[in-house]
C-alpha cells in the first residue's frame, strides 16, 4: 500500500437543509478516531481545523423558497479554494457537515485537475442523485444540488461560477433509491452512470464499480469519491436526516471502499450528512470513519471489533 499525505478538512456546512446538526459533524468524526485510524494505516495526516464561510449578500435572482442561499454560497466559495490549495499538499478528505459542502470540494478539485491537464471523475455514493438547480428543487434545500452545479446546469445565482465543469460521462452514482421527478427528467438522455439499488441487487456492486474505476484508470484521471451516510441502511447508519430505507449493507460499502482502495485512484474524499444528534452512541459516526480507513487501504482482517455500550 502506498502511504499518502492527509488533509483532514472540517467543513460544519448546516446551510444546505432546514434540519440543523450536522455541523457537528466534523468534531463527531474526530471524536470517532479518524486520524488515528488513518495513522494506523501509515499515512501522514494533518488537520486543518474547521473552516468558516466567506461574507456573501444574497442574490436577488435565487428563488425565494431556497433555503440559506447565500450562506451556502460563502461555504462553496470557501471550500473551493481549500480544495484546491489542498490538492497541491495532498489528499483532502472533507468532514461535513450536509451534502451542498460538495459544491465547494468539487468544483475546486476538478479546477485542481484540470490545472494539471487530467480529467476529473466522481463517484457519488448516495440515496439521491442530488442534480437538483435552486429553481428544480421542491424543498429548496441546497444539499440536493452538488450534482447539478459541478456539471455546469444553470441558475445557481451568487454561486462562484463553475469554470471546469466535470463531464457527465465522468460521474457514477451508486446506491440510488430516492430520485423525484425533476431529478429523473434531468438525468434522463445525460452520459451519467446511474446505479439503484435494484439493479444492485440484481447484479451486485463490484461490476459497475469496477467498470467504472477502469475507465478512471484508463483515461489517466483523478477521483474525487462523495460519501453520504443515506448511501448505506439506516439499520446500519441512523445519524441522518435524509433516511431511505434498502440501502446500501456493510459489506457491500466496504467493498467499495476496498475498490477504491485497490485501485489506487482515490485523490480527494468528502464524509457528508452525518447529524450527530440523531446517533446512537456514536454509531454512524464510527462506520463512516471504518469506511474511510478502507477506502485508504485497511482490509477486513486488520478491522477492530467495535463495541457502542
Same mark, same amino acid.
Given at each position: 500500500?502506498?502511504?499518502?499525505?492527509?488533509?483532514?478538512?472540517?467543513?460544519?456546512?448546516?446551510?444546505?437543509?432546514?434540519?440543523?446538526?450536522?455541523?457537528?459533524?466534523?468534531?463527531?468524526?474526530?471524536?470517532?478516531?479518524? #486520524?488515528?485510524? =488513518? +495513522?494506523?494505516?501509515?499515512?501522514?495526516?494533518?488537520?486543518?481545523?474547521?473552516?468558516?464561510?466567506?461574507?456573501?449578500?444574497?442574490?436577488?435572482?435565487?428563488?425565494?423558497?431556497?433555503?440559506?442561499?447565500?450562506?451556502?454560497?460563502?461555504?462553496?466559495?470557501?471550500?473551493?479554494?481549500?480544495?484546491?490549495?489542498?490538492?497541491?499538499?495532498?489528499?483532502?478528505?472533507? =468532514?461535513?457537515?450536509?451534502?451542498?459542502?460538495?459544491?465547494?470540494?468539487?468544483?475546486?478539485?476538478?479546477?485542481?485537475?484540470?490545472?494539471?491537464?487530467?480529467?476529473?471523475?466522481? &463517484?457519488?455514493?448516495?440515496?439521491?442523485?442530488?442534480?437538483?438547480?435552486?429553481?428544480?428543487?421542491?424543498?429548496?434545500?441546497?444539499? +440536493?444540488?452538488?450534482?447539478?452545479?459541478?456539471?455546469?446546469?444553470?441558475?445557481?445565482?451568487?454561486?462562484?461560477?463553475?469554470?471546469? /465543469?466535470? /463531464?457527465?460521462?465522468?460521474?457514477?452514482?451508486?446506491?440510488?433509491?430516492?430520485?423525484?421527478?425533476?431529478?429523473?427528467?434531468?438525468?434522463?438522455?445525460?452520459?451519467?452512470?446511474?446505479?439503484?439499488?435494484?439493479?444492485?441487487?440484481?447484479?451486485?456492486?463490484?461490476?459497475?464499480?469496477?467498470?467504472?474505476?477502469?475507465?478512471?484508470?484508463?483515461?489517466?484521471?483523478? =477521483?474525487?469519491?462523495? &460519501?453520504?451516510?443515506?448511501?448505506?441502511?439506516?439499520?446500519?447508519?441512523?445519524?441522518?436526516?435524509?433516511?431511505?430505507?434498502?440501502?446500501?449493507?456493510?459489506?457491500?460499502?466496504?467493498?467499495?471502499?476496498?475498490?477504491?482502495?485497490?485501485?489506487? =485512484?482515490?485523490?480527494?474524499?468528502?464524509?457528508?450528512?452525518?447529524?450527530?444528534?440523531?446517533?446512537?452512541?456514536?454509531?454512524?459516526?464510527?462506520?463512516?470513519?471504518?469506511?474511510?480507513?478502507?477506502?485508504?487501504?485497511?482490509?477486513?482482517?486488520?478491522?477492530?471489533?467495535? #463495541?457502542?455500550?
Amino acid at each position: 500500500m502506498t502511504t499518502k499525505k492527509i488533509v483532514l478538512i472540517g467543513a460544519p456546512v448546516d446551510s444546505g437543509k432546514d434540519r440543523r446538526g450536522c455541523l457537528m459533524g466534523p468534531d463527531a468524526y474526530r471524536t470517532a478516531g479518524l #486520524a488515528q485510524a =488513518l +495513522g494506523d494505516l501509515d499515512h501522514g495526516v494533518s488537520d486543518i481545523g474547521n473552516l468558516a464561510p466567506a461574507e456573501t449578500v444574497p442574490d436577488p435572482g435565487m428563488p425565494p423558497h431556497v433555503h440559506a442561499p447565500a450562506l451556502t454560497a460563502g461555504w462553496t466559495a470557501t471550500l473551493a479554494t481549500a480544495a484546491r490549495d489542498a490538492m497541491q499538499d495532498g489528499l483532502p478528505i472533507f =468532514l461535513g457537515g450536509d451534502h451542498s459542502l460538495s459544491l465547494g470540494s468539487m468544483a475546486g478539485v476538478a479546477a485542481h485537475a484540470n490545472a494539471l491537464g487530467r480529467p476529473q471523475y466522481i &463517484l457519488w455514493l448516495d440515496a439521491h442523485s442530488d442534480i437538483h438547480t435552486p429553481q428544480s428543487t421542491e424543498s429548496g434545500n441546497l444539499h +440536493g444540488t452538488p450534482i447539478g452545479y459541478v456539471t455546469g446546469r444553470p441558475g445557481f445565482h451568487g454561486f462562484p461560477p463553475v469554470a471546469y /465543469p466535470v /463531464p457527465q460521462e465522468n460521474i457514477c452514482m451508486l446506491g440510488l433509491r430516492s430520485v423525484d421527478a425533476a431529478e429523473r427528467a434531468a438525468l434522463d438522455g445525460t452520459a451519467i452512470r446511474t446505479h439503484d439499488m435494484r439493479e444492485i441487487d440484481e447484479r451486485g456492486i463490484a461490476r459497475p464499480l469496477a467498470a467504472f474505476l477502469s475507465d478512471v484508470e484508463n483515461a489517466g484521471g483523478m =477521483l474525487h469519491v462523495s &460519501l453520504d451516510v443515506d448511501f448505506l441502511d439506516p439499520g446500519l447508519a441512523p445519524a441522518v436526516g435524509t433516511t431511505v430505507p434498502g440501502g446500501a449493507t456493510m459489506r457491500e460499502a466496504h467493498l467499495v471502499m476496498e475498490m477504491v482502495s485497490d485501485s489506487g =485512484l482515490l485523490t480527494s474524499l468528502d464524509l457528508v450528512e452525518l447529524n450527530p444528534f440523531l446517533d446512537e452512541r456514536g454509531r454512524t459516526a464510527q462506520v463512516m470513519v471504518d469506511l474511510a480507513a478502507s477506502a485508504l487501504g485497511r482490509r477486513v482482517f486488520d478491522r477492530p471489533t467495535q #463495541a457502542h455500550n
